[in-house]
């Protein structure tokens, strides 16, 4: 079976604070992907991988990077962390076909 | 603009029954459409997919079909069970350039005992 793991299920920072989010995957997955989850919002995609070193923005980027240095293992960055970024985040991995592998997801509260 | 929604958020069903869950997306672009089911305190999981040259697709106990005159998506859950209480998304692959999919807001299934 496939696994994705992140790093951590619950983390509280404070604002200002640089949060890294790492996200492994196990399957060899050519294409990684980070989104957010909010109420009403469903799940919208922050940035996504299809390859070692490379790296393409969602749909809402702004605040937030990511470093894809080795195939298995997608990071977030959120480089001064605001209030408006405590949500969940979801990390997924996927092969060249289209079904998306999730993590367990770790939420995120900003003080 | 281009979305994909779903026209209940919450839908209660008496275990044993059927269910049936509806999404409608506006893009006629899109050529691959997910379902997902996530429960509470995890990540969403693949229930079934189907791509736009079709319009029914069965797994177990679940059926997707498509319609593309009405841009219309749904989830059938045949004898409905306890878990299969989570919130279920449908979602949509646009074509062109890398994997990238839109999600919609989600329903909410409860299953009654």
């Known amino acids: 079976d496939v696994k994705v793991t992140q790093s951590s299920r619950y983390l509280v920072k404070r604002t200002g604070e640089k949060v890294f989010l790492e996200c492994v995957q196990d399957?060899?997955?050519?294409?990684m992907f980070w989104y957010r989850q909010d109420p009403g919002l469903g799940l919208r995609l922050i940035y996504f991988s299809y390859d070692v070193k490379m790296k393409e923005k969602g749909d809402i980027p702004e605040g937030y990077s990511v470093s894809r240095e080795k195939k298995e293992r997608f990071s977030l960055i959120l480089e001064s962390a605001s209030t408006n970024q405590t949500s969940m985040y979801l990390c997924?991995?996927?092969?060249?076909?289209?079904?998306?592998?999730f993590g367990p997801g770790t939420r995120l509260t900003v003080l | 603009g281009e979305s994909v929604g779903l026209h209940l958020p919450t839908l209660s069903v008496q275990e044993g029954d059927n269910s049936i869950i509806n999404c409608a997306y506006s893009?006629?672009?899109?050529?691959?459409f997910i379902w997902y089911k996530q429960e509470s305190g995890k990540g969403p999981q693949f229930i079934i997919d189907i791509r736009s040259n079709m319009d029914k697709r069965q797994g177990q106990r679940v059926t997707v079909l498509l319609n593309k005159t009405v841009k219309h998506l749904s989830l059938q859950i045949a004898a409905t069970q306890p878990g299969d209480s989570a919130v279920y998304f449908c979602a949509e692959n646009k074509t062109g350039g890398y994997q990238k999919v839109t999600f919609g807001t989600g329903t909410k299934l409860q299953v009654i005992p």
């Open positions: 399957m060899d997955h050519e294409n």
């Open positions: 893009n006629s672009a899109s050529d691959y």
């Open positions: 997924a991995s996927s092969p060249d076909s289209d079904e998306q592998f």
